[in-house]
């Protein structure tokens, strides 16, 4: 059964643009419902470990220095079906891809600088969120 907990962050982009609030008022009013947040930045190191998994990828350094050019705001949230219906509301990873009304189509600059995190299996969802919030077992 699929879990009914995801993890996201607002990127730099979308913080620095001052999108948050219409992000976070997306997310509330699709029926998702914020149960950890919090307002940070994280280091060249940290933003290197969060995105280990893509070590060998070509954009790797680049993504990096953009995740840890400015302020993020990483959440936990709940409902139904959570993981597989938020990456539906944020949209494909490209903008040019991200179907019409998603957040991404919205609010992302680029294929990077793309306004919005959301975790791609219950199993990275747990791993994630452990990783912005130390008492996320209660969950
Ligand atoms: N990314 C990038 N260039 C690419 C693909 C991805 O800069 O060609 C960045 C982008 O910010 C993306 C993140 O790396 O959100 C993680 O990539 P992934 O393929 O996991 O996309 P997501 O799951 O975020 O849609
Ligand atoms: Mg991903």
Known sequence: MAGNITFTMIKPDAVGAGNSGAIIK???DSGFKIIAMKY???SRKRAEQFYMVHKERPFYNDLCD?????NII????ENNNAVEDFRK???ATNPQDAAEGTIRNLFAESIEANAIHGSDSDEN???EGSFFFSDMERF
Request: glycine share 14%; hydrophobic share 50%.
């Open 26 to 28: 997306m997310i509330e």
């Open 89 to 91: 509301l944020i949209g």
């Open 40 to 42: 940070t930045r994280l």
């Open 125 to 127: 969802a747990g791993i």
């Open 66 to 70: 953009y995740m840890s050019s400015g």
């Open 74 to 77: 990483p959440m936990i949230l």
